[in-house]
T-cell receptor, first 111, second 114 residues
């Protein structure tokens, strides 16, 4: 079956540090890939997505590139802020109509 | 504003009682989903529906039931058969079941059963 493996957390960074959260996947079909963010006590929000190989998704300074050869979709941001503290989920979706989520990575940014 | 609403935000029930969680969307989306989230874990799919009057079991459907009588509504009933019902429940929708479409999530309902 499909699966998503995320870098284990928690991750703690100082403000303005560089962020990488690793995500790799296995899928039976050709998936689209997503990063969602969840703030405490809330639902998930889409952060960015990529629907085909070599696509780069970007939003609010975050970026991720769909790498089919390494089955990866790592999330990066050049300079994190305290407001980026949240839980980040990598997910894939195939034409079966269901999404598969990673376990989430908790990011804490300290001033 | 278009979006997904879930009510209530917090719900408390005694063991042995059935409870229904509400999920409504005004995005005109065809597909709707229910997930369960436990502390420190990812999302597990309970049920999903790709069209009105049709739904499928997800990975952890035992002890849960759903209905999809209207496009905008997808209520989830947690029955007394669910052995460990205390969790955070998230409802989501997407335009349809196609692979390129992201999911939109509601704010969640935190259910506590004692």
């Amino acid at each position: 079956g499909d699966s998503v493996t995320q870098m284990e957390g928690p991750v703690t960074l100082s403000e303005e540090a560089f962020l990488t959260i690793n995500c790799t996947y296995t899928a039976t079909g050709y998936p689209s890939l997503f990063w969602y963010v969840q703030y405490p006590g809330e639902g998930l929000q889409l952060l960015l997505k990529a629907t085909k190989a070599d696509d780069k998704g970007s939003n609010k300074g975050f970026e991720a590139t769909y790498r089919k050869e390494t089955t990866s979709f790592h999330l990066e941001k050049g300079s994190v802020q305290v407001s980026d503290s949240a839980v980040y989920f990598c997910a894939l979706r195939t034409n079966a109509g269901k999404s598969t989520f990673g376990d989430g990575t908790t990011l804490t940014v300290k001033p | 504003d278009g979006g997904i609403t879930q009510s209530p935000k917090y719900l408390f029930r005694k063991e042995g009682q059935n409870v229904t969680l509400s999920c409504e969307q005004n995005l005109n989306h065809d597909a709707m989903y229910w997930y369960r989230q436990d502390p420190g874990q990812g999302l597990r799919l309970i049920y999903y529906s790709q069209i009105v009057n049709d739904f499928q079991k997800g990975d952890i459907a035992e002890g849960y039931s759903v209905s999809r009588e209207k496009k905008e509504s997808f209520p989830l009933t947690v029955t007394s058969a669910q052995k460990n019902p205390t969790a955070f429940y998230l409802c989501a929708s997407s335009i349809n079941a196609g692979r390129t479409y992201e999911q939109y999530f509601g704010p969640g309902t935190r259910l506590t059963v004692t």
